[in-house]
């Protein structure tokens, strides 16, 4: 395969970072979970130190990555949900220390959660995010296996120069749960478990590869599972979602050490520098763990998390959390402590009768109101106001909106709703989409689901006006304006003055996310079914010009190449696009009739 060679006596170690999405510490064996198969992690902890007690900063995986990668909490570093806040440019990441400091580095990740535009590009000479590698009717088709993400990582591993930095991330715990063969077998109704199988076997193929590096396995963040309600992740601060695994292993690393103390993501970026002996950029939250590596006394600093998902994704109050040793407080409209130690499940709501947990309360809310909040860069006026009137730019839990404790029955609702969208019964969703947003009319999800359901049941103009009505509440959100102007495009056949209303939404949904694939796509369809063939092709090619790696749009580029005479374009265009999804069989078509040897351009 070609993997460049490890490093050899006083040379720094080339640096592995495996991040697991979606990951539940008591779902691999070595943290305990019994019936699971994780022998390749079980080995790297059983031969280093396993963090028994590590806290994401939230249950999304942009801010917990943001953290990880920076060192800060998520109201610092301002990337605080995964689709409407970016990383601002002037935090200092790990890459970019590494880097200085002379490391090769580059980063492979398996969602389009963490495409470039998210901002944790910075600092790595390569960043692949080539992850449209899926059936576009799959309810993710933005994201890649574990398999494909190592077979991008064996690609370019032979030109990266030693000493390097190598991130990859892996998204295979995600919803939808569907292990492949074994997996799917072994596992049979513990799909979750056996999509941790399958990301194992992967670690230990990509580990093969790189013997001698320092390597840190962390998830971002976990999954509920069903636990207090909650089907994924997201909504609650819970143990479930906010325990997540690290492990530590490598050169100059003990072997066999469990470390009980309470630690955070927010540690790994100081403590990889400590560990090289490169300067840590000043005023991060996160702490060297050396000193637990070797065994020294460690104070718990308590850990802070967050969650703006609540309020931005269904108008409910966002929720702020901290952990010092085994007390858990929640900031909510009706505020949550646990006592970890006798009540590890958080089924004990203690309320404030604890001084101590009053004191964490008052802490959680007088550091909300009074140090540097989200860098607002990415954020416009209307989002800064938004959030302020949620209570949440103050510190406050946003006493006017709904607990989540008591909105989380709605989600239920929202969920069979999108199934029976996804099982092509949309009429089965509409009414009780309809149900959710007259007790939730903020809840974004639900208006957009009630779009798509419209417009599978062939009511259009009933589609643009739940869209428009999305607009009025959320007008700087990339997806509301392409669910408005695909709505309004299917509206066009009956009404076609909505063409030019289309395509100006379309416009607008590009400029707030130059990187939405499926914008391009439904843009050039709507200018091809106006005979504006190269119109489409100009808009196909901007999504080459933001670096957007997408196989269907390969294809109709080659398309509209052959339809202007060019086959040499077009058969480029159409390698390209078996390049990025070797299973399109309608690609493959293309070439053999155009008498084209299918394969890589390169």
């Known amino acids: 395969m070609g993997a460049p060679p490890a490093q050899g006596e006083g040379h720094p170690p080339n640096v592995v970072l495996i ?7 008591d779902h691999l064996g070595c943290y305990g979970a019994e019936g699971v198969k994780t022998p390749n992690l079980d080995t790297l902890a059983r031969n280093g130190v396993r963090f028994e007690r590590a806290q994401s900063p939230a249950p999304l995986t942009v801010p917990a990555h943001a953290s990880l990668m920076s060192g800060l909490v998520p109201r610092r570093h301002g990337a605080r949900d995964n689709a409407l806040h970016l990383l601002p440019s002037d935090v200092p990441l790990l890459a970019e220390s590494l880097s200085r400091a002379g490391y090769d ?16 590009a910075r600092g790595f000479r390569i960043y692949d995010d080539r992850v449209r590698v899926g059936r576009r009717e799959a309810f993710n088709y933005e994201e890649r296996a574990a398999s494909q993400t190592n077979a991008a990582v064996f690609e370019h591993l032979p030109k990266l120069k030693p000493p390097f930095f190598l991130w990859v991330h892996y998204f295979d715990p995600h919803l939808p749960y569907v292990p492949p063969p074994p997996y799917d077998a072994q596992f049979r109704g513990r799909p979750y478990d056996g999509e941790i199988a399958f990301m194992d076997a992967a670690i230990g193929r990509l580990l093969g590869e790189l013997p001698g590096s320092l390597v840190v396995i962390a998830g971002d963040h976990g999954e509920s599972l069903g636990e207090h309600g909650e089907a994924s992740h997201g909504v609650f601060l819970y143990q479930s979602t906010q325990r997540v695994p690290l492990i530590v292993n490598g050169p100059g690393i003990p072997v066999g050490r469990v470390v009980g103390e309470r630690v955070g993501l927010v540690d790994v970026m100081p403590t990889l520098l400590d560990l090289l002996k490169i300067e840590t950029p000043k005023e991060v939250d996160g702490k060297s763990l050396v000193p637990l590596l070797r065994n020294k006394k460690w104070k718990d600093p308590g850990y802070e998390m967050e969650t703006l998902f609540p309020a931005l994704a269904y108008d409910w109050a966002p929720l702020r959390g901290l952990v010092r040793g085994d007390l858990v407080t929640i900031d909510a409209p009706r505020p949550e402590v646990y006592d970890l130690s006798t009540d590890p499940a958080q089924e004990k709501n203690l309320g404030t009768v604890r001084p101590r947990a009053r004191r964490m309360l008052e802490s959680l809310r007088r550091e909300g109101a009074t140090k540097t909040e989200a860098k607002q860069d990415s954020l416009s006026a209307e989002r800064r106001m938004r959030l302020a009137s949620l209570g949440y730019a103050s510190g406050a839990s946003g006493d006017a909106s709904l607990d989540p404790k008591d909105g989380i029955v709605l989600l239920g609702v929202l969920e069979k709703s999108r199934e029976a969208i996804q099982r092509r019964r949309p009429q089965d969703a509409i009414e009780p989409l309809r149900g959710v947003l007259e007790e939730n009319p903020g809840n974004l999800q639900a208006r957009l689901a009630l779009v798509s359901a419209l417009l599978g049941a062939g009511q259009p103009a009933a589609a643009v006006s739940a869209a428009r009505d999305a607009l009025t509440r959320h007008a700087d959100d990339d997806l509301v304006h392409f669910n408005l102007a695909n709505a309004l495009a299917a509206e066009s056949a009956h009404r076609p003055e909505a063409l030019g209303e289309a395509g100006e939404h379309y416009e607008t949904t590009l400029r707030l996310n130059p990187r939405r694939a499926d914008a391009y796509l439904n843009f050039a369809s709507l200018l091809v079914s106006t005979n504006r063939h190269e119109a489409a092709r100009s808009v196909l090619e901007r ?28 058969i480029a265009h159409f390698k390209e696009a078996l390049r990025l999804n070797p299973f399109a069989a309608d690609v493959t078509e293309a070439l053999r009739r155009l008498k084209a040897t299918p394969g890589d351009t390169h």
Do not use: C, N
Request: proline share 2%; net charge negative.
């Open 543 to 570: 999504a080459g010009d933001a670096g957007v790696a997408d196989p269907d749009i390969s294809a109709e580029r080659g398309v509209l190449e052959l339809m202007r005479g060019r086959k040499e374009a077009a």
């Open 105 to 120: 580095t580059a980063a492979f990740v398996s969602s389009v959660v963490l495409d470039r535009r998210v901002g944790l």
């Open 19 to 25: 991040t697991l999405d979606t990951t539940r510490a």
